[in-house]
């Protein structure tokens, strides 16, 4: 009985290696887990911290300069301070928060409008090759025309009140969702597809649960590029027959020499873009975090 308790012990201490070895793995790992998220925790603070720093420079740049200059006229080059004060009346007044609602009305009505059209016909363009010979001179033709030479038309066809304006943006934000969702779902792998005919999935099972999947990355970076279109075809819908908006603001302080409103104009268009865009990525890695394109 004797010779078996060395046994004994020697197994015990072979199968407590193991456990040793992966309890030190696992400290491992969670160590480098730990490291890896405050380095990413620093780079975002020195990022930050880098932006903040490059906006004041900026803004402290643009003060400077009516007053280094003495030839530069302050009411065409208005400095950050004189800009600040012209904002601040006009929040008070209610007057950018009612043209910022307005604007951003129309370009969601347009947006909608773009995302239903231009993800349908993307869908039936690459699954349809018939259609796509057909359509393909009409729509490549068609996307190279900038939506404010349509500006007239548009007056002509739908007035001068929401729908034209509606109309122009949702033109616009079109384009890209559509030959981005055609694009995607033209390229879907052939073996998805004749995987998805060998398990008996007929064609509407095969777009929603196949080939909407495969094309999903290329139809949101479409829908990111048409949020950021339909911003810019904004201002060209509302340089004409407006009488509300950011565009409409801009246009008309042209006319009155105000500078400082323009300023807060085309600020207030690239904060928006800017919000939107995070707002949509955020949306974006929310909803899907498996795709890359989110992050």
Known sequence: MSPSAPNNGAGADAAAQPE???????????????DLKADRRRQSIRQ????????ILFLAAWEATPHV??????????????????????????ELIENIRVSLLRVLNGFIIATILGTLAGLLTGRLQLLQFLSDPILHGMRSIPAIALVPLSLLWFGIGEPSKVALIAWGA????WLNTYTGVRDVPPVLLRSAMSLGAGRVQTMFLVILPAALPFILVGLRQGIGIALIV?????????????????????QLFRVDIMFIGIATLGFLGYVVDRLFTLLQSYLFPWYSSGK
């Open 20 to 34: 040793s070895r992966d309890a030190h793995l696992r400290a491992r790992e969670e160590q480098f887990l730990r």
């Open 48 to 55: 930050l911290s880098l932006n903040i720093l490059g906006i």
């Open 69 to 94: 200059i003495p030839w530069m006229n302050r009411l065409l080059f208005p400095p950050p301070s004189d800009v600040v004060g012209t904002l601040r009346e006009l929040i008070e007044s209610g």
């Open 174 to 177: 079109f384009f890209p969702i």
């Open 234 to 254: 904004l201002v060209a819908a509302e340089l004409a027959g407006a009488s509300s908006g950011i565009g409409y603001m801009i246009a008309t302080s042209h």
